[in-house]
């Protein structure tokens, strides 16, 4: 039986599951190759299905597919899952992810000849992979130290070492792409699981990911949310999944967090610090007492630093002195736009606190935090909010001497230019209110909505049943809390929000105003 490389037997996958022809490069971005690599392996390709009395078609200009009648395929798609004899090939980036990843774990060195052996490749290719390995490293501080006949090991704290975990399970590494992926629906999810038994290193990391339980750590994040009164936002809440998750794992292995006394009398006395102690006692009853208070103080600097939907019951624009910063910061943003309410619009407000605040703990408790991807630098008309973000970053640094990173910046791009769109005046004569759920919560919504979109128009609350044509033909924007038939608005704009205007609702309102 000719035997696979796993790299082959990618391709087969997909040339099994598509029934016209694919190109050579829609391959290679598919399983993340080069063309190169993809014709390189194709001759195995070939191979395997002429034992299996299949041809691969090749036309010019369309790409290749397999000759063969669907049933033939099925029974393929079957011989190929079941075969055992797959050679697991390794790009670089996933064999330097992976001795990036043994060396965070491991406390004890670890020898060249044990990673060659266990990646099943020669010695100078385990140290061309290390340099690329100590470059990374570099970047966080953290010293590879190589001790002959000793072994390689990394000269790091134990939060050091977590954090660059973080950053690699996340994908933020120059790695790519990552062989871990994390989601609300599976978790943790180690890609190369399927090939734990082709080579030892692979094994030894997918045993590591079993002490792992993220779906079960989600519930823990919605605990502390609400011990607290407030949300978290949704990345927040997944990448806290994790944090916890790796914290946990570490703790059963031994390791613990260490933290200066002062910031432990810093934070026991806090709201923050009952919600994470009543987390962990909410732990299985063989996990809870392995926590040390420096493992819970670790929990407590993400409470703190991580990006808030809704502020925690206890006041965060007090915290440290910042208060006077924000005013200053709503002054200067006022001084652009010189729209009326504009400092004391709460969606503005509570945005920027919202999300600042937690990048100044990120920066005093030494944290990694993944950046959300806005960039409006292609939008002409947010050429202004750029100007004076740049300012902003001014204010901020030279009270906190904190440098603002590029990301941050293109945030408060965001909200400055949502807030405009928000605040400006409007064209609208009529903004019909459909609102099935009675009074009560007509006069609910029009508060909130009149509070978010001052200058939206004139609001008209309509139930359900006294819409008809003539009302809304009078409409210029349609605001339900209910699915409308395809009879009602088919040329009209309708947005469906909830009673609570929650912020999705906000942002899709937003998102048509501007």
Known sequence: MVALTTRQRDILRILLNTDKPIRTADLAEEIHLTARQVNYSMRGVRSWLKQENVALQSTPGLGVALKCQPEKKTSLVAELEKSDNVQLVLTPEQRQQLICFLLLIETEPVLLTQ?????????????????????????????LERKQNYGICINSTEKQRQQVLLALIWGKSPFHPSVFEVSYQKGLTFTLVEDVQSTPLVRDIDDFMHLFNMKRIFNKVIFIEDSLGGRFTDEAVLYLALV???????IKMGEHIQVSESELSKFSNTLEWKAAEKMVTNLDTYEAPLWKKGDIAYVVMHIFSSPLLENWVSDLEKADGYKDLFEELLVAINSLYNIDGLTEDPTLREGIINYLIPVFNQHAYGL????????LSTIDECQDEFTLVERLAEIIHARTSITLEEEDKRMLVAFLRAAYIRLRSYQFSNVLLVCPSGMATAQLLTARLKTRFPHLGKLTV?????????????????????????????????????????QCDIDAITAFLG
Request: zero cysteines; glycine letters at 4%.
């Open 462 to 502: 309509v139930s359900f049943r006294e819409l008809d044509a003539e009302k809304v033909a009078t409409a210029d924007l349609i605001i339900t809390l209910m699915p409308l038939t395809e009879d009602f608005g088919k040329d009209k704009p309708i947005i469906q929000v909830s009673p609570q205007l929650l």
């Open 115 to 143: 990673i060659s052996l266990h990646l099943k490749i020669s010695r100078s290719t385990v140290i061309s992979d290390l340099v690329e390995v100590e470059k990374w490293l570099k970047e966080w501080g953290i010293v």
């Open 368 to 375: 990694w935090f993944p950046k959300a991807g806005v960039d």
């Open 244 to 250: 916890f998750s790796i914290l946990l794992a570490r």
